[in-house]
């Protein structure tokens, strides 16, 4: 290259706002790392692509570098404020050292668009913002022609809305591109289409959505459109902008990616490069006459043609005309699917149920695909994503009814009244124990108080204390089939990561093992204290349950009573008894049962001041041994295998105690019977009142409410001495149950509250979500009310490591979800969450329906009958962990679980068999057998194969045959739950809506690449990676791979 010196010279010396920019640099040649020389001072200037270096501000230019065929390397840290520049020819690099980093970060950019690609960069952003000023100018000029007073008339901008039906899309369509222009003639090309909105109001472009690349072709069909949802701003005013890009390289970051801040874009030339772009108006597409528009793709300076651009009005329903032969060859060897985006839940059940079910569900996405069926018809899929307000509020509801449940406990371990010094210590230890877990409750519940925001917990939160009740990123994954030939399906999944306990951690396992070690250890162990079997422990919560709920009613019954009494009234009088008589007889049964009997003898024993001495009743000769050598030392009190005798303890005391409530129950039966009798007799025959021979109460024909009043105290005198022995005496065993087990017992329950917390919030979510969609089967309907529902996990956890643990915690979650009661009822309100009532091991939940949607529901159900739920659980571990589980490691967890859960899987099917009648079953899977399914599944958990994907298949199919809830789990259901859901998805289009052979891996790889499960991965990470790589993939099932580019290691 030759240059005039002299004019080289003379641009240097122009004053100093002739230049690009200036200033001092310390510059030195570099050969490899190593400098030639120290760096020196130089005075720099910068025009054009001309560096220009000068010993100082008003000496010559002693060089002049040209900025072309060179790049900028500056060094990231904080300190470094040097920058090289580098040659491709190369010559030796340059180093450049600035005074501070913001001094060499503003040389840096300067540097690199001094050459003459960036200036062409330049050039080719200003001819799109021109484009896009003309565009403007055009909708401002369209606007002047407007009469002056309707202008005025509108004061803020008035548009014209989109007609649409309630619920649905605003608006929906497809694209398709034809005759594309490559850059070279021989380049086959990969081809997406960018899709970016102009608000009228405001004219900003707006980047909006993508399709899914299509690869190989000049005639792309684009399976993929766009959607908008209901609340999205859209009007017939509003541009779309469709921008073309050609795709270089389709796995360009799927190694790594870094996330963007909200206020970045990623480089334009990173990967892809612009081919053309159009511009169309939302109203010009949806009053045009075939819903078709065909635009032209021009380049940036708008002068070029470079093919055309067909855009399809879509609607949900309306099947397009035609068969799916138009496709081109090329077109067919697409890997594509039609995929749009929308954000709002919809059911088959109408839309008197949506108020009900939009309380649930929030924040939901919405992804449209058209796939070919076998015969040659397009088949359309709307997949929806969604989180749900239960994630929070079912365990403030659980929180809030724990700290009740230990504050009554508390308190009646302090009313068990005067105890001997050993046991008062112990009372004492174990109460101050109770009362930091309470607090701990209690600062767990105004924390979530505090929670606003999303309704969903994040993967990355997942180890966070505050929120170690919720469930981890908790989603309904929905499905809606519609296809030519076949009814309209709806298939729905709960994703959530598995119940666990992450912030306690792993290191000693999970609930199962830590739950079966604590009991060995209780039972083999001495404790100063007496062993109650957890049946026992479990029988005296029961037995305190039924007191607290029923002595009150009792008394309220009781009232109702004498106020029908004092009112005359033979009716109510009658009604009130049948209450009254229905609670009591409840009442007395609840304490027959030797534990109380048992446990009173063991409180007397407790009392200060008493000697225990030798029972009458012989025991083994070890433990009469044992007494004898403690008899003449009262206050060592060793730990008891049985409840020790007293022989100054009246044992029949208690019985005659228990058995006054129910003679003062008889004698308040046959006064009201004689007063009934009186009233009739009067009335029919006017003869005396007939004598009572089982009460001796003197009345001589006076008020009923006075003859009644006696007999009522009395009873309430007989119930109430009946609560508190039997309370004292309940508490007492629950006393034993903390003193031997301190502090390991308390925590093991905080451990269990909180994966109980959040295998309920997922369950709760599950069973309202089935009987919303539901509510017009009755078939469903009365399998619920007669034989419970079915709810399958499908889990994906390894068995090796710290996932170990959590699918230890995560089976004990779920089995106690057995425990699990639920009850519709009536809302009364517009608020329809539902309300949690009940205790450790006995909650009921009652869901709130709309009264047009509790109409529709069988007469059991409403009349407040209780649901059951059978939970199972099957695991199948699937990634490289499992792999070395199965070889060096254990995988006896996840086979013992997988065949306890066969069992009650076995076990539910046999009483669906004997209470529902056959054609019970899903009607497009008649062809299939349960009982051939069933025998299947128990073959596979038999034969023991590495990672038996099929066993997850099968027990997913037998779950939808019987009309269950699915769940699909792995550690935070955002990876491996994904590749999980859109195989089952693509699986059921493919089995049962006839889904073309050739499109399954197309289809299956848009739903992972371009759907909501990719959203999902958003939402918890902020990139767009599923956090695999190369070589866990290599250990993954086939069908569990993710496509190319949309794995790898996020900066998050």
């Known amino acids: 290259m030759r240059f005039n010196a002299k004019d080289l010279a003379l641009l240097a010396k122009r004053p100093s706002g002739c230049f690009d920019k200036e200033g001092k640099l310390k510059i030195c040649r570099l050969v490899g790392d190593e400098k030639l020389i120290e760096p020196r001072e130089r005075w720099c200037r910068l025009k054009g692509n001309l560096l220009f270096l000068m010993k100082n501000k008003s000496s010559e230019a002693s060089e ?44 840096a950019v300067a540097l690199g668009e001094a050459n003459s690609e960036g200036l062409r960069n330049k050039i080719q952003q200003l001819r799109r913002l021109i484009m896009e000023i003309k565009e403007e100018r055009a909708s401002d000029e369209a606007r002047q022609f407007l009469p002056s007073s309707q202008v005025d008339s509108l004061g803020e901008p008035q548009f014209t809305s989109i007609q649409r039906i309630a619920n649905e899309p605003k608006l929906e369509f497809s694209l398709a591109c034809k005759g594309l222009v490559a850059a070279t003639r021989d380049r086959k090309l990969n081809t997406f289409i960018q899709v970016s909105v102009v608000h009228p109001a405001e004219h900003i472009l707006t980047r909006y959505s993508s399709t899914e690349i299509v690869e190989g072709t000049r005639d792309p069909l684009f399976l993929t459109g766009v959607t908008f949802p209901p609340e999205y701003p859209i009007y017939e005013e509003t541009k779309i902008k469709l921008t073309v890009y050609d795709v270089k390289d389709k796995s360009q970051g799927t190694v790594r990616t870094s996330v963007l801040p909200d206020h970045k874009e990623p480089r334009a030339d990173v990967g892809r490069s612009f081919l053309g772009c159009t511009t169309f108006r939302v109203g010009d597409l949806v009053k045009s006459k075939e819903q078709q528009l065909t635009l032209t793709l021009r380049t940036s300076d708008g002068g070029k ?15 397009e005309d035609g068969e799916m032969g138009h496709i081109t060859t090329d077109a067919q060897d697409q890997k594509c699917a039609l995929v749009r985006e929308c954000t709002t839940p919809e059911g088959l059940s109408g839309k008197d149920n949506l108020p009900s079910l939009n309380a649930v569900l929030k924040n939901p996405i919405c992804k449209l695909y058209r796939f070919p069926t076998s015969d040659n018809k397009w088949m359309r899929i709307r997949e929806q994503m969604a989180e749900t307000t239960l994630s929070f509020h079912v365990p403030k509801e659980l929180i809030n009814l724990h700290i009740k449940e230990d504050m009554r406990r508390n308190q009646e371990l302090k009313d068990l009244g005067e105890l001997a010094p050993h046991w008062d210590n112990m009372r004492k230890s174990v109460i101050a124990h109770c009362d930091q877990m309470l607090s701990m409750y209690q600062d767990t519940l105004a924390e979530l108080g505090k929670h606003t925001g999303s309704s969903f917990k994040s993967s990355c939160s997942k180890g966070e204390k505050t929120l170690e009740f919720i469930p981890i990123n908790l989603h309904l994954q929905r499905m809606h089939v519609h296809s030519p030939r076949l009814k309209d399906a709806l298939y729905d999944v709960i994703t959530v990561g598995a119940p666990a306990a992450h912030f306690q951690g792993f290191k000693n396992g999970g609930l199962r093992k830590l739950l079966s070690k604590f009991e060995a250890e209780r039972r083999n162990t001495g404790y100063q204290c007496i062993y109650y079997s957890p049946e026992n422990t479990a029988k005296a919560k029961e037995v305190l349950s039924n007191i607290n709920h029923l002595q009150p009613l009792i008394s309220s019954h009781a009232d109702l009573l004498l106020n029908s009494a004092s009112q005359h009234s033979p009716d109510s009088l009658k009604n009130s008894l049948k209450m009254l008589s229905e609670k009591t007889e409840l009442f007395v049964h609840a304490f027959k049962d030797q534990l109380v009997r048992s446990a009173l003898l063991a409180l007397y024993t407790a009392r200060p001041g008493c000697v225990i001495k030798k029972p009458a009743v012989p025991r083994n000769s070890a433990e009469e041994g044992d007494d004898l050598k403690h008899q003449d030392h009262p206050s060592q009190i060793k730990r008891q295998d049985s409840i020790p005798h007293h022989s100054e303890y009246d ?30 007799s009067k009335i029919k025959e006017g003869e005396n ?30 119930m109430g001495e009946v609560v508190t022995r039997a309370k004292q005496s309940m508490a007492f065993v629950l006393l034993q149950e903390l003193a031997c087990g301190l502090p390991q017992c308390l925590m093991l329950t905080l451990r269990r509250d909180i994966v109980f917390s959040q295998a309920l919030a997922g369950l709760v979510c599950g069973f309202i979500i089935k009987l919303h969609t539901s ?41 106690d979800l057995q425990k699990v009661m639920f009850k519709v009822i009536e809302a009364k309100s517009e608020d329809f969450l539902p309300i949690i009532t009940g205790r450790r091991e006995h909650y009921v939940i009652e869901v709130q329906l709309p009264a047009k949607m509790f109409e529709l529901l069988p007469q059991e159900i409403k009349e407040g009958k209780l649901l059951r739920m059978y939970p199972v659980l099957f695991n199948v571990g699937i990634n490289e962990q499992q792999t070395l589980a199965e070889r060096f490691g254990d995988t006896t967890l ?33 062809q299939n057998d349960l009982k051939g399914l069933l025998e299947n599944l128990h073959q596979n958990i038999q034969a023991k194969r590495r990672k038996n994907v099929e066993i997850m298949w099968l027990a997913a199919t037998i779950c939808r045959k019987l009309n269950g809830v699915r769940f699909t789990c792995c550690k935070s259901a955002k990876d491996r739950t994904s590749m999980s859901v859109t195989l089952e998805q693509c699986s059921i289009l493919r089995d049962e809506h006839q889904l073309h052979k050739d499109f399954f891996i197309r289809a299956l790889d848009c739903m992972r690449r371009e759907g909501c499960r990719i959203e999902n991965v958003l939402k918890n990470v902020k990139c767009r990676k599923y956090a695999f790589n190369m070589i866990q993939l290599m250990a993954f099932p086939k069908y569990y791979r993710p496509p190319e580019g949309t794995y790898g290691k996020a900066d998050t």
């Not at 043609?305 to 099947?319: P, Q, R």
């Open 305 to 319: 043609t470079v093919g055309t651009i067909e855009v399809n009005l879509v609607k949900m329903g309306e099947f």
């Open 64 to 107: 002049v570098v040209i900025l072309e065929r060179c790049w900028v390397v500056e060094f990231r840290s904080k300190t470094d404020v040097s920058i090289i520049l580098k040659f491709q020819s190369g010559e030796p690099d340059l180093y450049l050292e600035a005074a501070s980093k913001p001094d060499c970060e503003a040389w």
């Open 651 to 680: 044992e029949e005391e208690w019985d005659r105690v228990w058995a006054n409530v129910g003679k003062s129950l008889n004698c308040v039966i046959a006064m009201v019977d004689r007063l009934l009798e009186k009233d009739s």
């Open 689 to 718: 009142d007939p004598s009572a021979a089982d009460c001796k109460v003197l009345h001589a024909g006076g008020d009923w409410y006075e003859q009644l009043y006696p007999l009522v105290i009395t009873l309430k005198d007989c």
């Open 775 to 815: 509510l017009h089967d009755q078939g469903f309907l009365q399998q619920l009310h007669t034989v419970g529902l079915l709810v399958q996990y499908e889990g994906l956890l390894s068995t090796y490591s710290e996932e170990a643990g959590m699918l230890e915690d995560m089976a004990v979650g779920i089995s």
């Open 894 to 926: 996840q086979e013992n679980i997988n065949q306890e859960n066969l069992e009650l899987l076995k076990e539910y099917y046999n009483l669906f068999t004997e209470k529902m009648p056959p054609d019970c079953l899903p009607h497009f899977q008649e």
